[in-house]
T-cell receptor
Framework: RKEVEQDPGPFNVPEGATVAFNCTYS??????FFWYRQDCRKEPKLLMS???SGNEDGRFTAQLNRASQYISLLIRDSKLSDSATYLC???????????FGDGTTLTVKP | NAGVTQTPKFQVLKTGQSMTLQCAQDMNHNSMYWYRQDPGMGLRLIYY???????DKGEVPNGYNVSRLNKREFSLRLESAAPSQTSVYFCASQGVNNQPQHFGDGTRLSIL
C-alpha cells in the first residue's frame, strides 16, 4: 500500500460544478498537509497549506480528518482554468519531508 | 525573484553518456530535493538534502548521484545514462521544516 493514496480520476465536471477529492495517508506522524496544482508537463505549484483542521481560500476548501487520516480538497464553482492535476503532500516529523501522492486529474468542461 | 532555477531546460543524450543537472535556489532554504516524473505518473523522489553537507536516498536513487555543493546548489549526476532515465526532472527546495516545497520548472531529459 502506498503511503499517500489519491483517486487518480479523471474527474470530468461541467463548469460551475462542485467537486471534491480525497487523499488518504498512512503515516500517523504527518503534521502538515499541502495541496499542489500541476498543469500538464509543468512544475507543481502550491495551492494550499493545511496546518490544523482545514483551510479555505476563495473557491477552494481543504478539510483534514486526522482520526481517519485523510484530507479532502473541495472546489466550488469550477472554472475551465481549474483543469489540472492536484497533488496531495503530507509532511511528517519522522520522515522529515513530504511524501507526494500520484495526483488526481480534473477536467472542467464548458 | 528567481526562486528555484534548473539548468538545462532540455537535453538529449546518447546511452552511456554522462551529465549533471544543476539546481540553485535563492531563498536561503535548508532542504533541497530531486524528483523524476514519467509521463502520466506521479513524482518519485530520487535524492534529497536536508541541509548543507548531507544527502539521503529517496525512492529511486539507482543510477544517480548528487552533490550539495553549498546551501544554494544541489546537483544531480547521471554517470552512464540509460533510456529508462528519460523523464522530466524537478528540483525543489524547502525552508524550515513544516513548510511547502518550491519547485523549479524542470529539465526534460531524453536518452536515446
Amino acid at each position: 500500500r502506498k503511503e499517500v493514496e489519491q483517486d487518480p480520476g479523471p474527474f470530468n465536471v461541467p463548469e460551475g460544478a462542485t467537486v471534491a477529492f480525497n487523499c488518504t495517508y498512512s503515516n500517523s506522524a504527518s503534521q502538515s498537509f499541502f495541496w499542489y496544482r500541476q498543469d500538464c508537463r509543468k512544475e507543481p505549484k502550491l495551492l494550499m497549506s493545511v496546518y490544523s483542521s482545514g483551510n479555505e481560500d476563495g473557491r477552494f476548501t481543504a478539510q483534514l480528518n486526522r482520526a481517519s487520516q485523510y484530507i479532502s480538497l473541495l472546489i466550488r464553482d469550477s472554472k475551465l482554468s481549474d483543469s489540472a492535476t492536484y497533488l496531495c503532500a503530507p509532511w511528517s516529523t519522522n520522515a522529515g519531508k513530504s511524501t507526494f501522492g500520484d495526483g488526481t486529474t480534473l477536467t472542467v468542461k464548458p | 525573484n528567481a526562486g528555484v532555477t534548473q539548468t538545462p531546460k532540455f537535453q538529449v543524450l546518447k546511452t552511456g553518456q554522462s551529465m549533471t543537472l544543476q539546481c540553485a535556489q535563492d531563498m536561503n532554504h535548508n532542504s533541497m530535493y530531486w524528483y523524476r516524473q514519467d509521463p502520466g505518473m506521479g513524482l518519485r523522489l530520487i535524492y534529497y538534502s536536508a541541509s548543507e553537507g548531507t544527502t539521503d536516498k529517496g525512492e529511486v536513487p539507482n543510477g544517480y548521484n548528487v552533490s550539495r555543493l553549498n546551501k544554494r546548489e544541489f546537483s544531480l549526476r547521471l554517470e552512464s545514462a540509460a533510456p529508462s532515465q528519460t523523464s522530466v526532472y524537478f528540483c525543489a527546495s524547502q525552508g524550515v521544516n513544516n513548510q511547502p516545497q518550491h519547485f523549479g520548472d524542470g529539465t526534460r531529459l531524453s536518452i536515446l
